[in-house]
């Protein structure tokens, strides 16, 4: 039996962040997810000694502190963490950010719907993408990246 599909969502408002989850419930059969609505704490939970890795990590750009570029920077700069995939799952439609995010190794940059029926397919499409891309056998962070 294949394991479920972990993912993690970082976004800081609270209304997103419980409507995202409230569809990933949906595909519960499918996936688990673990929300952030700080990105310094899933970014600390990453870092940890013998941390579990998300197959994919979506990420919100528009956060206090540190926001999804600054997030994406210091994932792609440790060795422990570049190879997990990242999916800015955010409102902004600007070129600017699309241009950001793919500079900086987003795997994917996808624009959530306003129609929540979309936004449903959406995250099925998501789910059903990663669950046949991901890497299913993560290493121990004391070694670089996933286990061949």
Do not use: C
């Amino acid at each position: 039996m294949t394991r479920l599909l972990q993912i993690w969502v970082i976004d800081d408002h609270p209304a997103d962040l419980f409507l995202t989850q409230q569809v990933f419930a949906t595909l519960s059969d499918q996936v688990t997810v673990t929300p952030y609505q700080s990105a310094q704490a899933a970014l600390d939970d990453l870092r940890r000694p013998n941390a579990t890795y998300p197959d994919v990590l979506l990420l919100d750009i528009n956060m206090p502190q540190l926001n999804g570029f600054d997030v994406l920077r210091a994932m792609k700069a440790d060795d422990r963490l570049t190879l997990i995939p990242v999916v800015m799952l955010t409102t902004s439609e600007a070129v600017e950010d699309i241009q950001q995010a793919y500079a900086l190794f987003a795997s994917a940059y996808l624009v959530k719907s306003v129609d929540f029926s979309s936004f449903i397919q959406q995250v099925e499409s998501l789910v059903t993408f990663w669950a046949h891309s991901r890497l299913l056998n993560w290493s121990s962070p004391n070694s670089a990246g996933p286990q061949r």
